[in-house]
């Protein structure tokens, strides 16, 4: 049998959960729906794809995309698994030269992300499905680029961290 509360207290709902769709235009949940097809998902997972969720990216990298407000469109990121405090010494100068490349020849700007490790961001907004996916897809080419470059001997790069001859 149910009590009922005394006291002239009532009883409150619960509150259903949030819906990631929650605060979306009908064309950004469309397009998240589409973005999320194009990356291999069901569509139903579009609106989970935007930050500050995190999801796996086609490399295995960590990313999340910024839904531009009011607009169907989003800019990539793709978080490496590395932080810049694990860099020193010339490290810093190969992640400066690094950042330099990937701006002037890609458009994306390497930082560091609220998690603390080096983020690749992109620095255009897209606004189709199919473009931000392959940006996507790109970001984490780069990304295991980065990673790559900061890691290994890279002679374009500046000093190798091998011995010297």
């Known amino acids: 049998m149910m009590s009922i509360p005394t006291g002239g207290a009532r009883a409150r709902p619960a509150t259903p959960p949030r819906s990631p769709r929650a605060g979306m235009t009908p064309a ?28 796996t990216g086609p490399a295995g ?20 698994p590395m932080a810049a405090q694990e860099l020193a010494g010339n490290e810093v100068q190969r992640l400066l030269s690094v950042q330099s490349l990937v701006l002037s020849e890609l458009g994306w700007y390497l930082t560091t992300s609220p998690e603390g490790l080096l983020q690749l961001n992109s620095l255009s907004w897209f606004n189709d499905p199919v473009d931000a996916a ?31 001859n």
């Open 28 to 55: 950004q949940a469309d397009f998240m729906s589409q973005l999320a097809l194009q990356l291999g998902m069901g569509p139903d997972d579009g609106p989970s794809l935007v930050a500050p969720r995190l999801f």
């Open 134 to 164: 392959t940006a996507l897809d790109l970001a984490n080419g780069v990304g295991l680029a980065v990673i790559h470059a900061l890691m290994l001997d890279d002679p374009r790069l500046g000093q190798s961290r091998g011995l010297s």
């Open 61 to 80: 990298l960590a990313c999340r995309v910024h839904l531009q407000e009011g607009e169907p469109a989003v800019r990539p990121e793709a978080l490496l």
